[in-house]
């Protein structure tokens, strides 16, 4: 699954344009890389986003095409 589809459908970023936004301002890191909106998501991926002064991490535990809302949070782990 593409990285800016994982962010919406986990709802770590609300819309999916922010998201590639994010990838593409080089907000966005995976395994310690720059990550383009293409990339493919994979389980075990540790996804670093900054948002202004704070850097939050994920780990990927779920890929998922659609998840409910309550069922989300549990596409990742927050490290």
């Known amino acids: 699954m593409r990285l800016d589809k994982?962010?919406?459908v986990?709802?770590?970023i609300k819309r999916r344009t922010v998201a590639n936004e994010a990838?593409?301002?080089g907000k966005v890191q995976v395994n310690s890389k720059p990550?383009?909106?293409?990339?493919d998501?994979?389980?075990?991926d540790i996804i670093k986003?900054?948002?202004?002064?704070?850097?939050?991490?994920y780990r990927v535990t779920e890929v998922a095409e659609h998840?409910?809302?309550?069922?989300?949070?549990k596409m990742y782990e927050q490290l």
């Open 6 to 8: 994982y962010l919406k």
């Open 10 to 12: 986990s709802r770590i």
């Open 23 to 25: 990838c593409d301002a």
């Open 35 to 39: 990550a383009r909106a293409s990339y």
């Open 41 to 44: 998501v994979k389980i075990g």
């Open 49 to 57: 986003i900054t948002f202004g002064a704070t850097e939050k991490s």
């Open 67 to 73: 998840k409910l809302k309550e069922d989300a949070s």
